[in-house]
Nanobody
Framework: QVQLVESGGGLVQAGGSLRLSCEAS????????MGWFRQAPGKEREFVAR????????EYADSVKGRFTISSDTPKKTLSLQMSSLKVEDTGVYYC???????????YGQGTQVTVSS
């Protein structure tokens, strides 16, 4: 199994920036891709961005394109999300996820709270 630990959340004003980090451990050699997801109060968890572990190819949700940048350091087994021009609607719990070969769903970390105030 893979274990994931997120860090870097916090409170920021609209227009500000935050950087989230995720450290993977365990059977990391089974990881195909990693991503960030978020869940706002009263809403379902949604996709934010993902990156393919081997190629570095990245995808983003339309709502964050041009504002968020996902990156990975495969040797260090870390994942980052640089968030800029934050909006109030970016508020939520952000989860790091790992998609492993042979699995049908992501494994998630415990999440980190991001709150954007107006």
């Amino acid at each position: 199994q893979v274990q994931l630990v997120e860090s870097g959340g916090g409170l920021v004003q609209a227009g500000g920036s935050l950087r989230l980090s995720c450290e993977a451990s365990g059977r990391t050699f089974t990881i195909y891709s990693m991503g960030w997801f978020r869940q706002a109060p009263g809403k379902e968890r949604e996709f934010v961005a993902r990156i393919t572990w081997g190629t570095g190819s990245a995808e983003y949700a339309d709502s964050v394109k041009g504002r968020f940048t996902i990156s990975s350091d495969t040797p260090k087994k870390t994942l980052s999300l640089q968030m800029s021009s934050l909006k109030v609607e970016d508020t939520g719990v952000y989860y790091c996820g790992a998609f492993q070969y042979g699995n049908s769903d992501y494994t998630y970390g415990q999440g980190t709270q991001v709150t954007v105030s107006s």
